[in-house]
């Protein structure tokens, strides 16, 4: 029985791809013998799908391109199987055997096909960048290749110079990473083009990529030609998408990364690296924008996030679904650099000890005696005692030289364990030498 | 149907016949294809398949968790089996 | 002799402690073991277990638990019914010793009434047939005849209730399996509006054609155990919502203002003129009781086979794809590789109808002649479908034969499937259409029972049964004919 779940997630993809959701959609059987195929025969979409007609709008090099999307549609995964002596012995097994595990048989999962619109191997990794950027976003999957929650197989056609019509297809499988999926098309770029050259026919097929030589090989077992028999699955009916239904699922369909992109740079005016950064990574974006929403000033935000906090988790390997460190902690932070509380160095410092404890920064920066100094009277002591210890660059100063107090207020600084409040430090250097600005 | 269309077919439903066999389920089946050639009569331009005798749409379960038959309980049945999986011959060579 | 009686007869009884249920089972496995020697009903009987479900029932009756009026009563299941740990063979090599870890839900809910299972019924192959004689293992005869059929493909189940070994059946129908054998073998046989009962752990054959359905020895047992076994199934996606009246009690014998329709494709060429009579005859008997008759025409009648024999196979070469030696069944013993281990499992494991048809239906959906096939049999569909909506714009049942003929001798046909399809060709438009279907007693030609078969509207399976029932109690005779040869005893409730 289907799993309602499951469809809205569909639609929501659909939606997210600017899809065109077929009011009746319905479930037909795609008949093939396969191992870990139980039923002989697997649950999808052929004649009418949930979705079609949509589009993808990615980058190549800062330009532009769209990829239409031919279909979305719903399916049902098969079992996995285990093959080799190696893996079978290891496991504990007979060998000459390949073992099938079951136990994700009929797993719900979401189809979606392009039409043949790219026309470069790095295309298509931007295209699938984006796409599992956009997946992310409506929350549809955690898009994680290593674990099977995103697949993909490519389809590549050569089509000869001057010609409308493309060659024939081959299909990629086994891409377990987007940098696969560039190195097997240039690989069967490089060899199609060989064959045509050389006056030789492309093969229609299916190529298994092969990670150790980077090349692709025929996946065997299927040399067969296949014939799938889809018919509409009589077990299962109709599946109907009403307007309301929806237009309830496109309420929901959160900003997707280009329109929250345009939204930065246009209405919070952050620079365009910042708003870059921060769209490409759901968690970080959502980081951000409760900061603001808690009050946080959004250059100042983005470029913290941006910065600091992502060379820290860099450094300490946080992922942002990890850290510790909230967005009001952030905001607080800010906070206390503007007030004076903290310089930025201490700022710094303050950030990692709660990315790493989840303290609040005021209640780190207190523990710490992290305060900034900015009463004057104890300013003042600091700044008697750097002047007659540093004659000679007082000398410069008072000789014109404007960079030795630079290297004055950077004395006091020292002195005060970095506490010191270096505006109020330079205002009362500049009192001392008589040359009040 | 001739000799290379029935053997096709069975290819496709991985079924095999012994040449005899073969003869007699072509002879069959040609009998009652022939027979079905009789819906060739029947004017369908402006008719809608039926895939179903009631039109229900949207029969939907909630997405909750529950217990499902374990490796265990299913492999009792499986003609080879190996710990939780099912086996067959090595299909694939590495 | 008990077993002859009714379910209302015998739930009453054992309501009074006039017997135990453990009796009344130790009746019926003395039966089997008389009788099934000869008329070959099981493929499995279950002495053990039997006994013990109705110990249960005495015991809960004992106790003073409220009871179903299934409870302790002796029935028989189809052997392409699941049951959870009790072999299920589906009349075939292939499923032959495989126990299934489930239990279809028509066992679920009479497992949950006291229904005491006495065993697996024989069946044609994945109940693929119309005569029970491409069984696996061996045929079952007619209990009127052993010389001829039972029908089928629920043959088994329809012997033994014929024959008093239980007092009710579970068959399936996908193309007149329930009614053309309940006609063969004088008994009742009803096959309910598509939806109406779950298909989980029935083994598919043409999964939008199969219904569950029961076949007993009276139009009120059928309904009570209709009642027993409908109902939506959340592990059913076509099992239909509906409400589940409580048929048996609102049997009234009263068809004053019934309209019934007469099709006249239904006694055209190849319908024997007495089976013809004899249906007549019992429509013009429900007239005499104030029901109004008339003809009407069901136009793509002659097409039904036809179609049938595109769709059923069709649907039946993908759902027995599952049958390849991996997970459950028959394995070639041997196989060096995957292709080897698929097609000498299957061509072992299936008998010459099942290939037969799985051809057929391969054919049917592969790639360049899906469109004058399968596509096309699906519009003729819905134009079989639109006569019978038509005819229920006038009228509330129709009424005609069940199975053109009578009983037909054991061989006679197995040699020329398309003749042996014919069988069907009454039955097979009312799967087609998803209609409600029952087959009943309306008399004998040449001493074999003569089946009337009366179709109603979607889900109003009550129409039928009241025409059925009133039908019934005007003709005690018909029931009171016992098969010769099995001991004498009968039914007396009406």
Redesign the interface.
Known sequence: ??NRHAVELGILAALALECRVAPESVFA?K?Y?Y?DL????QISQYEQPLATDGRLTFAVAGEPRTVRIRRVHLEEDAGKSLHGDDAVRAAGHAEGYSL?D?NRCGVPLIEIVTEPDLRAPEEARSFLETLKLVLEYTGVSDVKLEEGSLRCDANISLRPKGSGESGVAVEIKNLNSFRFVQRALAHEIERQAALLDAGRPVVRETRQYLEATGTTAPLR?KEEAQ?Y???P?????RLVVDAAWQERLQARLPEMPAAKHARYLDELGLPEHEARVLTSSLPLSSFFEQAIAQGGEPRAVANWTVGELCRLMNAHAVSPCELKLTPAHLVELLQLLDAGTLSRPLAREVLEASLLTGNSPRAVAQARGMTQISNEAELTLLVDRVLSAHPGPVADYLGGKERALGFLVGQVMRASGGRANPQTVGRLLKEKLGREG | ?NRE??LH??R??????TED?LEE?AR??N???A??D???R?D?AA????????A?AN?F?EDEPAPS?SPE????????RSGPF?G??R?VEE | MRLLGSIDRLASELARKEYSAVELVEEALDRVERLDGTLRAFITVLPETALAQAAAVDRARSRGDRLSPLAGIPMALKDNLCTRGIPTTCGSRMLDG?????SATVWRRLEAAGAVLVGKTNLDEFAMGSSTENSAFFPTRNPWDPKRVPGGSSGGSAAAVAAGEVVYALGSDTGGSIRQPASFTGVVGLKP???RVSRYGLI?F????DQVGPLARTVRDSATVLHAISGHD?????S?AVPVPDWAARLDGEVRGIKIGVPLEYFGTGVDPEVARLVRQAVDLLVGMGAEAAECSLP?T??A???Y??LAP??A??N????????????APG??????????S??QG?G?EV??R???G??A???GY?EA???????????I?QDFDRAFERFDVLAMPTSPEVAFRHGERASD??RM?MADALTIPV?????PGISLPCGFSRGLPVGLQLVGR?FEEETLLRVAHAYEVATPEWRQAVPPGIAAGRGDDA
Request: glycine residues 4%; aromatic residues 16%.
């Open positions: 029985m289907l059987r008949n013998f191992p139980p039923k002989g025969y099938l079951f077992g014939d028999r889809y018919f699955d009589p077990d299962l009916v | 149907m269309q029935v077919v069975a496709l439903a991985r079924l095999s016949f066999e389920m069959g089946m009998a009652i294809l027979y079905i009789l819906l060739k029947v369908t008719v809608a398949p039926m895939a179903h005798a009631t229900p029969v379960r038959l309980e299913w492999l009792q049945a499986a003609p080879w099912a067959v011959p299909f | 495989y126990r299934p870890p489930y509006t598509y939806g598919a043409a999964s939008s054609l959340p592990l059913d996606s076509t239909a793509h002659e097409y086979v036809a179609t024999y595109v069709a649907e070469s993908s027995l794809a599952r049958y390849d030696g991996v997970r459950y069944g028959w394995r196989a060096k590789s995957l292709t080897e281990l698929y097609t000498l299957r061509q299936f010459r290939k037969r799985i051809m057929l391969t054919y959906l592969s790639a899906y096939y399968y596509l096309k049999s699906q519009k003729v569909r819905s134009l479908r499937p398309l399809y799967n087609l259409a998803g209609l979607p």
